[in-house]
T-cell receptor, first 115, second 110 residues
Framework: DTGVSQDPRHKITKRGQNVTFRCDPISEHNRLYWYRQTLGQGPEFLTY????????KSRLLSDRFSAERPKGSFSTLEIQRTEQGDSAMYLCASSSSAGRTDTQYFGPGTRLTVL | EDQVTQSPEALRLQEGESSSLNCSYT??????LFWYRQDPGKGPEFLFT???AGEEKEKERLKATLTKKESFLHITAPKPEDSATYLCAVFPTGGFKTIFGAGTRLFVKA
């Protein structure tokens, strides 16, 4: 069990550029979540995948954000035309639907800074 | 609307001074309640999952309890290395949108 990994760990970009982040969940986990966290706040839910299907998406998520999980393994989160307000920590978590546990295990996050 | 409120926002303790953190929640149906620890610049680290009122779980100096409206994280004889932000989250029934509180920042002084 190598845990959830995210890449890159840090990203600095200029306003208007597109960025893409990758998340590799724990290998046997079929559920994957994306969150955004700003300073002093708890993580804010963005979207949820079960296997390759995106089953839930926050209404707060603008159409500049898109996420994919093409083969039910790793996932990508893309932000188009970045804005300064997109600066935040982007967190990925995974869990298993097997058994009762719904425990989500988090990765280290990707810190995005938009200049 | 589903909501999670944590108190206090910050807590300063002397080493060995036991205390409790509160997580109040409003949710239409609860599938589970999570507690996480988060160090600055890192992802949340899982501590406990509680599923039903009356349930309790322990790990080292930490003990989590759950009622129908709130959860407590009790810290017994804390050490400086327990300093971190403690996050509470609810996992409601009928969906997968997990809702986090803003956290309690704990500072333990030697």
């Amino acid at each position: 069990d190598t845990g959830v990994s995210q890449d890159p760990r840090h990203k600095i970009t200029k306003r208007g550029q597109n960025v893409t982040f990758r998340c590799d969940p724990i290998s046997e986990h079929n559920r994957l979540y994306w969150y955004r966290q700003t300073l002093g706040q708890g993580p804010e839910f963005l979207t949820y995948f079960q296997n390759e299907a995106q089953l839930e998406k926050s209404r707060l998520l603008s159409d500049r954000f898109s996420a994919e999980r093409p083969k039910g393994s790793f996932s990508t989160l893309e932000i188009q035309r970045t804005e300064q307000g997109d600066s935040a920590m982007y967190l990925c978590a995974s869990s298993s639907s097997a058994g009762r546990t719904d425990t989500q295990y988090f990765g280290p996050g990707t810190r995005l800074t938009v200049l | 609307e589903d909501q999670v409120t944590q108190s206090p926002e910050a807590l300063r303790l002397q080493e060995g001074e036991s205390s409790s953190l509160n997580c109040s929640y409003t949710v239409s149906g609860l599938r589970g309640l999570f507690w996480y620890r988060q160090d600055p610049g890192k992802g949340p680290e899982f501590l406990f999952t509680l599923y039903s009122a009356g349930e309790e779980k322990e790990k080292e100096r930490l003990k989590a309890t759950l009622t129908k409206k709130e959860s407590f994280l009790h810290i017994t004889a804390p050490k400086p290395e327990d300093s971190a932000t403690y996050l509470c989250a609810v996992f409601p029934t009928g969906g997968f949108k997990t809702i986090f509180g803003a956290g309690t920042r704990l500072f333990v002084k030697a």
